[in-house]
């Protein structure tokens, strides 16, 4: 039986574990406080003759590397590319959510949303336009209720379409200004000379001109290791660069 990665992202206290724990069976610790899941729980869903091997990954705010947790997070979407980036967001407070959820859409294009707690916003009259937020977004959205097992089969069957291939996304990239956007698309072209697709090379960019340290730092780490050469002078500016990474 063929087995897909499906890591689950999202802000603490969305439901993640709960989830987790809906569809595995396992009981992963929940409750109504944040920063509860700190190691990585990993369990197995079946689902039509295949099985789904899911990561409850830690509740952050963002995935630079303000936090081991942000770190740990970015880190398994980055370098174990998971079949799926399974976005837990909270229906209740989704501007709150969508920020994380930008994010992700920058590092990968194999992302579901899942709008969770709807039993919630629906007590709160809190509506949501699951379809036009597909349209603006690029990838599903699934309107879910974890706690209550409500849309957990619909979840399932996109989960099976995107690991399948079944799925085309178009995910939602922000767009900078002018002068913002030449220089990524400068750094962009001197990163793919040295990880080829790799790595997502526009969010790599970003990050670099974002002077993200310990990025940069893991990067320079797994290029060693691997020993890949022949970076250009540009790229190897980029990479050695202490401060903010503007190199170009
Ligand atoms: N009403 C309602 N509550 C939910 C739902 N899903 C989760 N919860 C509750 O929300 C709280 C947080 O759930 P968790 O599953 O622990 O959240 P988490 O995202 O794993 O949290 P962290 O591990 O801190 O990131 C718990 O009290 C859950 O029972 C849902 O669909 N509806
Ligand atoms: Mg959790």
Redesign the pocket.
């Known amino acids: 039986m063929r087995t897909y990665t499906v890591a689950l992202a999202g802000n603490p206290n969305t439901g993640?574990?709960t989830l987790f724990n809906a569809l595995t069976g396992l009981k992963?610790h929940?409750g109504n406080w944040s920063g509860?899941?700190v190691s990585l729980a990993s369990g197995n869903y079946e689902y039509k003759d295949t099985r789904f091997r899911f990561i409850?990954l830690p509740?952050t705010y963002s995935l630079f590397s303000n936090s081991a947790d942000e770190e740990v997070a970015r880190d398994y979407i980055i370098f174990e590319k998971p079949d799926v980036t399974l976005l837990v967001l909270d229906s209740t407070a989704l501007e709150r959510s969508l920020n994380l959820a930008l994010q992700v859409l920058e590092m990968t294009d194999r992302v579901i949303v899942c709008l969770n707690l709807m039993d919630e916003a629906k007590k709160k009259g809190i509506k949501i336009d699951a379809r036009k937020l597909t349209d603006q977004l690029g990838v599903p959205v699934i309107p879910i209720s974890a706690r209550n097992n409500d849309g957990l089969d619909t979840l399932s069957e996109q989960l099976l379409l995107m690991c399948t291939g079944q799925t085309r996304t178009t995910p939602y990239r922000m767009k900078y200004n002018e002068q913002l956007e030449s220089q990524i698309s400068r750094l962009e072209s001197e990163l793919r000379d040295i990880f080829g697709d790799e790595y997502p090379s526009r969010w790599l960019a970003i990050r670099f001109l974002d002077g993200d340290q310990k990025l940069i730092a893991t990067l320079k780490h797994r290029l060693s290791v691997s020993d890949k050469g022949g970076m250009t002078h540009g790229a190897a500016q980029a990479l050695g660069s202490s401060n903010s990474g503007h190199s170009c």
Do not use: E, L, R, Y
């Open positions: 993640k574990s992963q929940t509860k899941t409850d509740g």
